[in-house]
């Protein structure tokens, strides 16, 4: 995180809930497709964390990536347990705002308002997929650039390059697909050094490719895509949502924390 980068949009303009530490945008899509209608200028250089039970838990556990989530503009409750803590602790309007819901209400409007896109993550196989999907579903879209780092940390040099490569293609948006916490921790390393609005999706890349599909409609309403994704790759996710689970359910809502 860049200790001194001063953000250009007032963050005390956005309304917060603190859930274990995170300040939790209290929102719901319509407010933040009209913020960044309003400021996607001034939020270049500046990133979004897409936040959920997982990022804010292991945000309670370790005050430094604590310190990434609350370092951006806002990290919006990708989670629907986070907006329903919220809404309890009286923030009425706070709904469910997630990453991939996001990302494809933005690329809905790209064609009209012109926006510039950039792809950051993945592999070089989903990022093909990915491009060649976002054509045929949003035509006009703008894809400035697209780019598969290696799965082993970047030399200093290489990140330069990457830096170099992004900000020549100058994108509005840097979509970050590297799954949490590197993708924050990433955005937060390139905050004021990246030009555009950074902002992390986690799967979003496997989605928009078609590598994955989402959870239907009335389970993501349901806050049940966690059990859709879980039932998608057991292996992987059990043990994480058993215990990020469990610690949430008694640190957010029987501690109140």
């Known amino acids: 995180m860049n200790c001194e980068y001063q953000h250009k949009v007032n963050k005390k303009e956005i309304p917060v809930c603190n859930i274990l530490g995170v300040n939790i945008a209290a929102i719901n899509m319509e407010w933040l497709l009209d913020f960044t209608d309003k400021n996607i200028k001034d939020l270049s250089g500046d990133y ?11 945000s309670y556990d370790d005050p430094d990536y604590c310190a990434v989530q609350n370092g951006g503009i806002m990290a919006i409750p990708d989670g629907g347990p986070l907006s329903s803590v919220g809404r309890k602790r009286g923030h009425a309007n706070m709904e469910r705002t997630t990453g991939p819901s996001y990302m494809g209400e933005i690329l809905k409007i790209s064609a009209e308002k012109g926006y510039r896109h950039c792809f950051y993550g993945s592999t070089e196989e989903t990022l093909e997929k990915l491009y060649k999907a976002l054509n045929e579903n949003y035509p006009g879209i703008q894809i400035a650039g697209m780019y598969s780092p290696p799965f082993r940390p970047t030399t200093p040099e290489e990140d330069a390059a990457v830096v170099k490569r992004i900000n020549e293609t100058k994108p509005d948006f840097v979509w970050v697909g590297l799954g949490a916490p590197k993708q924050e921790k990433w955005m937060a390393a390139h905050q004021g050094i990246v030009d555009g609005f950074m902002v992390g999706v986690g799967a979003g890349f496997d989605y928009f490719a078609g590598n994955i599909e989402r959870a239907p409609e009335w389970m993501q309403k349901c ?11 057991p292996k992987r996710l059990f043990k994480r949502y058993l215990v990020t689970n469990t610690k949430f359910i008694w640190n957010a809502v029987v501690r109140g924390k």
Do not use: A, F
């Open 223 to 233: 806050n049940l895509e966690w059990m859709y994704r879980l039932i998608q790759d």
């Open 48 to 58: 979004m964390c897409v936040s959920n039970v997982h990022t804010t838990v292991t």
